[in-house]
């Protein structure tokens, strides 16, 4: 595998190789599932054009073409005087390299119920939420082609893998050889059974979150078999069994929004008894149909026969329930071995600046912090860098109509403010305590009644203000 590694790295077959050869065009239609742009722009035979069209686009290429390091892999197979792949080898983000299977187009027979998924979006964006902080023992839960190993390798002294599927475990451990990433230990078993009564640093899972009714040859990347958002919820309840003291944990996951529920109740509610703090937020919503559509396509049903009954009894599944849409988010706990533990459920649509990993333990000491901290009148607060102040009015008027208070870094959040937060926003740099401070401001452009420090938690929790 050292040997295919050089030989890859040699030829260019890199994250930067790959898209200055596809160029933008081609990149895009891929995205769209259009394979053609890109075998156009590989189409000369040399090296990395031809490792492309093995690799990433898995059409059959000439074995004269081929180095012996990719002929005596294990990854490809002879076909005639072609060679085919027998996986899909991509180069990844950290530098290393993912085998997975291929992902299926249109027209490809049906994906094999132990289909071990690619790195992709939600992969990415697991990653990219990831605390940057180095930890002693790491859990990847469900690690499919091993991903997530790639970029906790170096933060974490320890990485247990675990996941249901033997398949992925095979996979993940080629990915691994091949990104030069030792001492991994891959486990099978479902969910915690792996790990029973082990305490880790961080855990990570990009679970099979897809909320479908059970069906046979259901896909296990994707579909857990519990019965709706269950998988997610249960992996959120028996976390806390498995985190050191500070120990903390991201997740992505789905939940539905049921009618007559209010849905932060209903996650919320997954992690009100775990003990933990925990933040939520929520990236985005979909409606039933939208959701169905999606990952019918994930799995190259549209255009089969069986796709109308299918849709169509998926749609049927959610009717049943009562569910209006399906939310996607991240999912954040700490062990912070408090007893009055804090749970923040949002809704977070815009663009955050990434990667959250770099900043997501202020988040939650912020949420933390504004819940616990005692006596605020006394605390020295400092507003949070990168802070703007947006004041609309009327064009001659005076007095302002809004004052929003907007970040520019970390989650960018903005929030509309009064005049005394406004002019809070100005003085707040460590110096003075925050009761004193409202009372002058209180005096200069309050209504003359003094506000209540408390008030100023909520802007506190939401990273406007530091403590
Ligand atoms: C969405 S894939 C994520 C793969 C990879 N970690 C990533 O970030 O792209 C979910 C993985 O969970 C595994 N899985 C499914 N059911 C599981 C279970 N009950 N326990 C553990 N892993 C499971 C699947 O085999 C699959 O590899």
């Not at 707040?428 to 925050?434: I, P, Q, R, S, T």
């Given at each position: 595998m050292e040997r295919l590694r050089h030989h890859l790295l040699e030829t260019g077959y890199t994250i930067d190789g790959v898209r200055e050869r596809l160029g933008s065009m081609a990149a895009s239609a891929l995205a769209r599932e259009e394979l053609i742009p890109a075998l156009r722009a590989t189409a000369d035979g040399d090296p990395l054009g031809t490792l492309i069209r093995l690799w990433w686009l898995g059409v059959p290429v000439p074995a004269k073409a081929l180095a012996p390091e990719v002929l005596g892999s294990g990854l490809v197979r002879p076909d005639g005087d072609q060679v085919v792949a027998t996986v899909h080898l991509q180069p990844w983000q950290t530098g290393g390299y993912l085998v997975s299977d291929r992902k299926v187009r249109p027209g490809d027979p049906a994906l094999r119920p132990d289909h071990v998924v690619g790195a992709g979006g939600a992969s990415a964006n697991l990653a990219q939420l990831v605390t940057r902080r180095p930890v002693g023992r790491a859990l990847d839960l469900g690690t499919g082609c091993g991903v997530q190993v790639l970029h906790l390798a170096g933060r974490a002294e320890r990485i247990v893998a675990t996941d249901v599927n033997p398949r992925a475990l095979e996979l993940a451990r080629l990915s691994w050889e091949l990104s030069g990433v030792g001492d991994v230990d891959a486990r099978a078993g479902s969910m915690f059974e792996p790990v029973e009564g082990e305490l880790f640093d961080l855990v990570v899972s990009n679970p099979p979150f897809v909320i479908a009714p059970a069906r046979d040859g259901r896909l296990t990347y994707r579909e857990s078999g519990f019965e709706g958002d269950d998988f997610c919820r249960d992996l959120v309840r028996r976390t806390p069994l498995h985190l050191n003291p500070g120990g903390q944990a991201h997740f992505l996951a789905n939940w539905l929004h049921v009618e007559g529920e209010d849905w932060h109740d209903r996650v919320g509610g997954w992690l009100r008894e775990t003990g933990c703090d925990a933040w939520v937020a929520q990236r985005d919503v979909q409606d039933p149909a939208e959701y169905v559509e999606l990952w019918l396509k994930d799995a190259a049903e549209q255009g089969t026969p069986a796709y109308t009954e299918h849709y169509d009894r998926w749609l049927g599944w959610f009717e049943e329930r009562r569910v209006e849409g399906i939310g996607f988010g991240w999912i954040t706990m700490r062990n912070s071995g408090t007893l009055d533990p804090v749970v923040r459920v949002e809704h977070l649509a815009h663009q955050v600046a990434l990667p959250v990993g770099d900043y997501v333990d202020e988040v939650v000491d912020a949420i933390a912090t504004a819940h616990r901290a005692e006596n605020l009148d006394a605390a020295l607060l400092r507003t949070a860098e990168g802070l703007l102040d947006e004041r609309i009015g009327l064009p001659g008027a005076e007095d302002p109509i809004r004052i929003v208070l907007r970040q520019t870094q970390g989650l960018r959040r903005s929030r509309e403010v009064g005049t005394v937060e406004a002019a809070l926003a100005g003085v707040?740099?460590?110096?003075?305590?925050?009761g004193p401070l409202l009372n002058v401001i209180a005096e200069l452009v309050g209504d003359g009644e003094i506000p209540d420090s408390d008030a100023v938690r909520p802007l506190i929790a939401e990273g406007y203000f530091l403590l």
């Open positions: 707040c740099d460590g110096e003075l305590a925050l």
